[in-house]
């Protein structure tokens, strides 16, 4: 599998992935949905998605990582318990939108391409 070391706000990326020796990373429509849900939980909140593909063996984004984006909630927002922190905690929100800019925790965008490739 190939490392995304670093993707820069604001630029636009072509990520793709395949099974190992061209095997099957999906088997049936379930598959696709699951995935799907997890490229949603993992990528949406810091990239906006141009473009897709999903073939039995590999797959294609075009993606444009969002800028001035921070996460909705952090570790030590205490405005939700940790049950549905978990839930929420990839979640975002504009940095405009946010009533302290300078205690908020930027997303870094490989991370959750990481752990969209290992869930």
């Known amino acids: 599998m190939q490392q995304i070391e670093h993707l ?3 630029n636009y990326y072509h990520i793709y992935n395949r099974g190992i020796d061209s095997c099957n990373l999906f088997k049936g429509p379930d598959n696709y949905e699951y995935f799907l849900s997890l490229y949603d939980k ?3 909140p810091v990239a906006d998605t141009f473009a897709w593909v999903l073939m039995p063996n590999h797959f294609h984004f075009l993606v444009r990582i ?3 984006v921070v996460y909705k909630f952090s570790n030590a927002d205490r405005s939700i318990d940790a ?9 975002t929100t504009d940095l405009s939108a946010c009533e302290a800019p300078d205690s908020v925790k930027i997303p870094t965008p490989h991370l959750h391409f990481s752990h969209l490739m290992n869930a």
């Open 8 to 10: 820069t706000f604001g």
């Open 42 to 44: 993992y990528i949406s």
């Open 66 to 68: 969002k800028e001035d």
């Open 83 to 91: 049950d549905r922190f978990e839930e929420h905690k990839w979640e």
